[in-house]
């Protein structure tokens, strides 16, 4: 009967140390196969109960519309986007690397009339900059990016968000690199709406986008006079779901649900604190390994990110041979440069679950084989060892 010649998945056993998605804890894979229930089903809705509940521990905030949408972290910044403007609408974007660029990409097909400021792949703004172009355009949303994946920087929040307030604009926050990695403080920041993805440094697969809105930003959508030109993403309908009267609006990914509910279990587990010291920890010491190879990063010091080490690739080294390479003999996959970065960087993830010292000492040694193979002379075993000393001298 079948000419369709087809086997069963056999993935390969991969180490993900790029951009994302990152590591999956085995008790993550698990939850995933668990036995599919109705969307409607008790234990279901229970499950959505406390993955809300986590979601608002994990965000640090209080707001009551907390959840998770249906798609990966595109979708959470659509939803953002398409609840707060209507047609005609000012947004100010802050544009440095790839992900601010989608922003200003969705917000101008939301019907958003768009300002973008703009700054280098690897810098970050100010709050002075900020205030400038607010006051010159006053929008009603300001929209940045936390921690930028396409080029390892992070972007300081509490004072832009200060001026965005005393100018009464919302900010929006895209928070996908750098939730479950490092501090996001919704409440504490005065976030007005903020989303995440799966499988960054949550290490969950890929597949849900967490969201988080402020009264604030609910007073914006009730105060809509069209409706939100996205009929999935509407958050007037995906509440009543999530909460209220749980009314059907479209299937819930359920066994993601599952995963997604065991991935923050985990991380509570963790305790957010430990989790970012594990974060950092391991980050300084893969800098002292790429330091003692002669690799540099590509954003100065007060910006990095721990969990996107974005360095520059060495004079003479072939890209993509090394990036094979490291998967081919290593089972390690690491990031190539997005954009105006393509051929320049690599980004070096070290993301929730794949942020450990063996997954650092392995890359380390790996890379250490692919530049020797590249003709670059390295000192031998320097980067595994200058590693090795960060974490003795922590233990
Ligand atoms: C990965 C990423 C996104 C997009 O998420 P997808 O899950 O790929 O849709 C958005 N913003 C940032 C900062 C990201 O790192």
């Known amino acids: 009967m079948s000419d369709i010649d087809s086997t069963t998945v056999t993935a390969p056993q991969r180490i993900l140390m790029g951009p994302g998605p990152s590591d999956v804890d085995p008790r993550v894979l698990a939850a995933l196969s668990a036995p599919t229930v109705g969307h409607l089903d008790p234990y279901f809705l229970q499950v959505m109960d406390e993955l809300q509940s986590m979601l608002r521990q994990v965000f640090r905030t209080e707001n009551e519309l907390t ?53 280098p792949f690897g810098e970050v703004f100010d709050a002075d900059e900020v205030a400038a172009a607010i006051e010159q355009t006053q929008p009603k949303v300001v929209g940045l990016v ?49 989303y995440s993805g799966t499988q960054k440094c949550l290490s969950c697969p890929p597949g849900l986008a967490p969201v988080s809105f402020s009264p604030a930003a609910l007073g914006a959508m009730d105060a809509r006079k069209t409706k939100v030109a996205s009929w999935y993403l509407d958050m007037s309908m995906v509440r009543n779901y999530w909460g209220g009267n749980r009314a059907y609006h479209h299937t819930a990914p359920i066994n993601m649900n599952y995963a997604l509910h065991e ?26 390994g790429l330091e003692a190879l002669g690799i540099h990063y590509a954003v100065p010091e007060v910006h990095r990110l721990p969990q996107l080490n974005a360095v520059l690739i060495p004079d003479g080294v072939d890209d993509a041979a090394v990036r094979k390479q490291l998967l081919n003999e290593f089972g390690l996959e690491i990031g190539g440069g997005l954009g105006p970065m393509a051929g320049k960087t690599w980004r ?10 063996r997954n650092v000492l392995l890359l380390l040694a790996g890379l250490e084989r692919c530049l020797a193979d590249q003709g670059i002379s390295v000192d031998r075993g320097a980067g595994v060892a200058a590693a090795n000393g960060v974490y003795a001298a922590q233990a």
């Open 67 to 119: 959840l998770a949408v249906s798609g990966t972290g595109s979708a959470g910044m659509e939803a953002c986007v398409v609840n707060l403007i209507e047609p005609g609408d000012r947004m100010l974007i802050g544009v440095n690397g790839v992900f601010g660029t989608r922003m200003a990409d969705v917000a101008g097909r939301a019907g958003a009339e768009v300002t973008t400021i703009e700054r």
């Open 146 to 194: 936390h921690a930028e994946t396409s080029t390892g920087a992070l972007q300081p929040i509490e004072e832009i968000s200060k001026v965005v307030h005393d100018a009464g604009a919302l900010l929006l926050l895209d928070t996908v690199t750098s939730l479950g990695g490092l501090p996001v403080e919704v409440d504490g920041w005065q976030v007005d709406a903020v």
């Open 263 to 288: 991935a923050l279990r985990l991380v509570l587990a963790e305790g957010l604190e430990n989790r970012f010291a594990r974060h950092r920890r391991n980050h300084l010491a893969l800098r002292a």
């Open 348 to 357: 070096i993830g070290l993301m929730g679950a794949a942020s450990t010292n």
